[in-house]
């Protein structure tokens, strides 16, 4: 199932999307959902980063100690 909305976007970065989906021959609907996903899952990643920061159990490992563990 899929939904339709709306968007409303600057016209440099309209020209810019249309410009890729005649390069790519893909419509700007594409573009703009795999756009989006990226965002979603840099979202999550970010989420992720920021919940282990504030771990206070989460043990930091400074550069070194890293490389040694991996025997660099």
């Known amino acids: 199932m899929s939904s ?4 409303r976007l600057p016209d440099d970065l309209t020209k810019i999307l249309d ?5 790519t021959e893909r419509p ?3 573009h703009i ?3 989006l996903e990226a965002y979603i899952n ?4 970010l989420r992720i980063a920021l919940d282990r ?10 550069g070194s100690e ?6 660099l």
């Not at 339709?4 to 968007?7: G, L």
């Not at 840099?42 to 990643?45: I, K, T």
């Not at 890293?66 to 025997?71: N, Q, T």
């Open 4 to 7: 339709t909305i709306s968007v």
């Open 19 to 23: 410009e890729i989906s005649k390069e």
């Open 28 to 30: 700007r609907s594409f």
């Open 33 to 35: 959902q795999k756009a």
């Open 42 to 45: 840099e979202f999550a990643d």
């Open 53 to 62: 920061l504030r771990d206070t159990k989460d043990p930091v490992v400074s």
């Open 66 to 71: 890293l490389r040694k563990s991996l025997g």
